[in-house]
């Protein structure tokens, strides 16, 4: 029974490690195509996406995620906002709050880049019984989550 456990845990990171890599390719080519800097282009992506789930990143948020200091996510932001690829907004009752948006200069370049992939992912999603992609989101979550614990034990 251990050794089934180890080898499907194997052949999950093995999955989940070519997910990553793939991944990060994207956002490399993504770099290139826009011409941007790697790290520009993983803010903008993830400046993207918080913002298509309905969760739009502040400034510090960013930062933590792309792990730069609050100086450097400035500079990358400003370099992003003169592309007219993010917009700086206030939303909140809170005018000190800054709110990070996609600008008007990258939505038909990101739709363009990403399509086949969001075409592609949406056909994946669609072959599988609703129950299985929940199963799987369950799993992901838990993974998140352990990994989570573990990274803040480790400071």
Known sequence: MEDDVVARTTSLLDGLRGFGAN???FTRRFANWLGLHSTDAAALVEILYAED???PLS?????????????????LLNRLENLGYVVRTRE???RR?????????????????FGPFSAGLAGLVAKYPAEEIDRIE???RDLRST????LDEQG
Do not use: C, W
């Open 23 to 25: 991944y990060t390719e």
């Open 97 to 113: 709050k800054v709110t990070l948006r996609s600008g008007p200069d990258i939505q038909g370049p990101a739709r363009e880049f």
């Open 59 to 75: 400034p510090a948020r960013l930062g933590e995620r792309i792990s730069l200091t609050s100086g450097a996510t400035t500079n």
């Open 53 to 55: 789930t309905g969760s």
């Open 147 to 150: 990994m989570d614990t573990v």
């Open 92 to 94: 909140s009752a809170d």
């Open 138 to 140: 369950a799993f992901l």
